[in-house]
């Protein structure tokens, strides 16, 4: 862990300046700017000299498309496209969806205009939304067998092409629990929700008041969060959708669904704790990533796509971070105390209506390069910093949050559940969750707020 003051002082000033930006990054990217041209970056090597992949040469002069709706990799993709461009003569221009556009408008513009990008990455939602009326079915591509459990089906067939893995859960800064106990710390020792809870009032009674960070942002609160009560239905896509389906029909009662209890006893907890309980709805993304490097803070639940802005805090690839789960109760037989949510967040779509055969043909060699070529399985974790979703890809990402998902879901300690939900559930539910976390509606109310939702979605 590094301190550095005045770093402190140049990122809290970007984050003033990038207050609309601080966006998820498994949903829109990141509070930070990945393309400050005064910042010093380091790039991660890539060996070249290995390149065993046939390229098809009836297809160089191919332009093609890819519009990128993952903010922080824009670069790296740029970097990718570039050497793909060298070896198969395939243009691939990637165009950024731009700030205050949501990539499923975005894409649908451009389709109503009669310019859809040759292929789009889009969350698993907006995928499933446009796969049967706008994407290429993709069910017999060579990747397939290399993806298995983190493909997207829709009505049998697959339309996207399972980018990379994002975990979520409760990142921990180990180096400062040890330092305010005074004692060695193991994460698996913190096996349910009571034990989370002794944990946090230790670093309390220590001089850690709160050690807690919370965003406030309505897609924390009403995807990353709220979310739970649906994945955690069984630990799988499919429970999770059966969960919303039972919502809706009234056959899953809200009220006594344990799930929802579970869920609001640990929110409950990260409340008490936080270090902005005072002031929830003006705590600041970025000071967030600020006060975990720095050791005001222990905890911050988020994803694993929040490791650049803890690196532009002053965090290192050597700290030692990691995840806890989002505990639900006291049952340390209960996977969702013992397994990080782990899916195929990012999604890429091959446009099946205006695109010419030889576009889509470029475009499929430009996939299968990132899974079976040496060069691309590289790139994919070392310059986009990726967690690959392909059995075949040898490489391991670097920084601590995605090594610690990656370990994870190679041991078995994960759990791949995505809920599939309507595009405004996190605005809509998000606001009702920031009422509840500024303690401005009680269990109650909230729970009338997400009945009423999934009552007009019917």
Not at 316 to 337: C, H, K, Q, S, V
Not at 338 to 349: D, E, G, H, L, M
Request: proline share 5%; with cysteine; hydrophobic share 40%.
């Amino acid at each position: 862990m590094r301190k550095h003051a005045v770093k402190r002082a140049a990122v809290l000033g970007l984050a003033m300046v990038l207050t609309a930006a601080t966006l998820t990054g498994c949903r829109f990217g990141f509070a930070s700017d990945p393309d400050d041209p005064n910042e010093e970056k380091k790039e991660v090597p890539i060996d070249t000299s290995v390149d065993t992949f046939e390229y098809d040469t009836q297809l160089a002069g191919a332009e093609i498309t890819l519009l990128n709706s993952k903010a922080e990799i824009q670069v790296a993709l740029e970097k990718m496209a570039e050497v793909f461009e060298k070896k198969s003569g395939v243009h691939v221009e990637v165009m950024p969806v731009t700030e205050g556009d949501s990539p499923y408008t975005k894409v649908v513009s451009m389709y109503n205009s009669g310019t859809p990008p040759t292929m789009a990455i889009l969350d698993t939602t907006d995928v499933i939304a446009l796969a049967e009326e706008k994407a290429a079915d993709l069910s017999s591509e060579a990747w397939i067998s290399e993806a298995e459990g983190y493909l997207t089906e829709v009505n049998g067939n697959v339309y996207s092409f399972p980018l990379c893995i994002e975990g979520r859960g409760i990142i921990y800064n180990k180096s400062v629990i040890e330092k305010t106990l005074g004692s060695n710390f193991d994460p698996k020792s913190v096996a349910t929700l009571d034990d989370f809870k002794g944990l946090l009032e230790k670093l309390r009674k220590a001089g850690m008041e709160n050690p807690v960070s919370m965003a406030k942002e309505d897609w924390s609160l009403g995807a990353h969060h709220l979310q739970y009560i649906y994945e955690t239905f069984d630990g799988t896509s499919e429970g999770a959708q059966e969960a919303i389906e039972k919502i809706k029909d009234k056959t899953l009662n809200l009220e006594s669904y344990g799930r929802v209890q579970q869920f609001l006893d640990m929110f409950d907890v990260l409340k008490e704790y936080n270090v902005a309980k005072s002031d929830p709805l003006g705590a600041d993304y970025d000071e967030m990533a600020i006060d975990l490097a720095d050791g005001k803070t222990a905890f911050w639940f988020n994803g694993n796509w929040a490791w650049p802005n803890l690196s532009e805090a002053g965090a290192g690839n050597e700290d030692d971070y990691g995840f806890l789960p989002y505990f639900m109760n006291n049952n340390p037989d209960d996977f969702a105390n013992s397994r990080i949510q782990a899916s195929p967040s990012k999604q890429v779509i091959l446009d099946g209506q205006m695109a010419s055969e030889k576009e889509q043909r470029a475009a499929k060699e430009f996939m299968n390069w990132i899974v079976f070529s040496e060069i691309g399985q590289q790139m994919l974790v070392k310059t986009c910093n990726l967690i690959p979703p392909f059995t075949n890809n040898p490489y391991e990402p670097a920084d601590p949050l995605s090594r610690d998902i990656y370990e994870r879901v190679q041991s078995d300690e994960a759990f791949n559940a995505s809920a599939i939900v309507p595009n405004d559930h996190w605005s809509v539910l998000g606001a009702a969750m920031q009422k509840y976390l500024a303690n401005r509606s009680d269990r109650t109310e909230l729970i009338q707020s997400i009945d009423s939702y999934w009552e007009e979605q019917k």
